[in-house]
């Protein structure tokens, strides 16, 4: 159960777009196109963003989007705004049935 | 609208026990399966355990396994996690989260649980 590989941080200016990648295995990210994401503001709970790689819940920003390439997937905000900045955290089903999380991204809007 | 509320967080000494609840309302809550997932200090996500909407199935983080039990009450809405044999590791904030199939989709505030002696 080896935690999904993301960047410590990125950075952008408002307006710009960034991207978050996560890496993980042929057992987890690479078998399922079960990929979440995560956005945690300092002291809250964490809100899901992206759901089934590239799915956006009801009421989440179009400005969200995400991809999945072999066993990385991506998360990108687009026209970025100084609410976007937050930690991001993805997550995967894997094939133990279990749900493994990556490390976390700190995204500072410049 | 859908709600999770945890309660139960302390502090305790190594070697002891706790159990968390969370309270669900504002959805059909013996349809869905929950999960617990923790945050130490000042780091990121970790994954606890999932339970099915029917408590038949359950399922672990290696770290708990053996030590940390979740079980459910459908007929009282609530979540549980029994954690035996504490260790300083444990330290975290405790949030339930409900199971949207293949994601977290709602999330309570979580509890805070300090072991220490």
């Known amino acids: 159960q080896s935690a999904l590989t993301q960047p410590a941080s990125v950075s952008g200016s408002p307006g710009q777009s960034i991207t978050i990648s996560c890496t993980g295995t042929?057992?987890?990210?690479?078998?399922?196109?079960?990929v979440s994401w995560y956005q945690q503001h300092p002291g809250k709970a964490p809100k899901l963003m992206i759901y089934?790689?590239?799915n956006r819940p009801s009421g989440v920003s179009n400005r969200f989007s995400g991809s999945k390439s072999g066993n990385t997937a991506s998360l990108t905000v687009s026209g970025l705004q100084a609410e976007d900045e937050a930690d991001y955290y993805c997550?995967?089903?894997?094939?133990?049935?279990?749900?493994?999380f990556g490390g976390g991204t700190k995204l500072t809007v410049l | 609208q859908v709600q999770l509320v945890e309660s139960g967080g302390g502090v305790v000494q190594p070697g002891r026990s706790l159990r968390l609840s969370c309270a669900a309302s504002?959805?059909?809550?013996?349809?869905?399966?929950l999960h617990w997932v923790r945050q130490a200090p000042g780091k990121g996500l970790e994954w606890v355990a999932v339970?099915?909407?029917?408590?038949?199935?359950?399922y672990y983080a290696d770290s708990v396994k053996g030590r940390f039990t979740i079980s459910r009450d459908n007929s009282k809405n609530t979540l549980f996690l029994q954690m035996n044999s504490l260790i300083s590791e444990d330290t975290a904030v405790y949030y339930c989260?409900?199971?949207?199939?293949?994601?977290?989709?709602?999330w309570g505030q979580g509890t805070t649980v300090t072991v220490s002696s």
């Open positions: 089934d790689v590239s």
């Open positions: 989260a409900k199971d949207g199939f293949t994601s977290m989709d709602v």
């Open positions: 042929s057992s987890d990210v690479g078998r399922y196109n079960y």
């Open positions: 504002g959805f059909t809550f013996s349809s869905d399966g």
């Open positions: 339970i099915s909407y029917d408590g038949s199935s359950k």
């Open positions: 997550s995967s089903y894997t094939s133990s049935s279990t749900r493994v």
